[in-house]
T-cell receptor, first 112, second 114 residues
């Protein structure tokens, strides 16, 4: 079945460092792909999404490109801030089923 | 303000005592769903509903029930809770397809079953 694999955390970075969180997926066809972010004590919020191959989603300085060749959707940010400290989830929507599959989440801690 | 509201925020109960976690959304969304979040396992979908009176199983439905009698509410029912249902639960609704489709999540319910 469809699945999402993302890198284990926690990831600890200094402020202004470059961030990459890896995400790969297994799916039939070309599902929509998402990154959601969970701040402490809150529910998940959509960070960005891409619906077809080669699409680039971007928001708040974060970017991710839908790569069908490598079945990947890696999250990147050029310069992280302390306020980016959160748990990041990669997810896909299984085509034609209204079901969502989430990765295990990657905790990011940014130090001042 | 557009939101998904879950209650209670925290709940401690004992094995076998029926409980209901409520979920309500004010965005007139047709699609709603429930997830549980466990360390190392991420979010797993329990049930989802595509509209009133239409529900379907997610990946981990065992031990849970849902109902969708009206569009705004989607309660999660644990008829006989067990300790392995101790988890953080999230309700979500989804905006219509093709209109910036995304999931809106509630703030979560931390359930402990003793």
């Amino acid at each position: 079945g469809d699945s999402v694999t993302q890198m284990e955390g926690p990831v600890t970075l200094s402020e202004e460092a470059f961030l990459t969180i890896n995400c790969t997926y297994t799916a039939t066809g070309y599902p929509s792909l998402f990154w959601y972010v969970q701040y402490p004590g809150e529910g998940l919020q959509l960070l960005l999404k891409a619906t077809k191959a080669d699409d680039k989603g971007s928001n708040k300085g974060f970017e991710a490109t839908y790569r069908k060749e490598t079945t990947s959707f890696h999250l990147e940010k050029g310069s992280v801030q302390v306020s980016d400290s959160a748990v990041y989830f990669c997810a896909l929507e299984v085509i034609g089923t209204y079901k969502y599959i989430f990765g295990t989440g990657t905790r990011l801690k940014v130090l001042a | 303000e557009a939101q998904v509201t879950q209650n209670p925020r925290y709940l401690i109960t004992v094995t076998g005592k029926k409980l209901t976690v409520t979920c309500s959304q004010n965005m007139n969304h047709e699609y709603m769903s429930w997830y549980r979040q466990d360390p190392g396992l991420g979010l797993r979908q329990i049930y989802y509903s595509m509209n009133v009176e239409v529900t379907d199983k997610g990946d981990v439905p065992e031990g849970y029930k849902v109902s969708r009698k009206e569009k705004r509410n989607f309660p999660l029912i644990l008829e006989s809770p067990s300790p392995n249902q101790t988890s953080l639960y999230f309700c979500a609704s989804r905006s219509p397809m093709g209109i910036g489709e995304k999931l809106f999540f509630g703030s979560g319910t931390q359930l402990s079953v003793l």
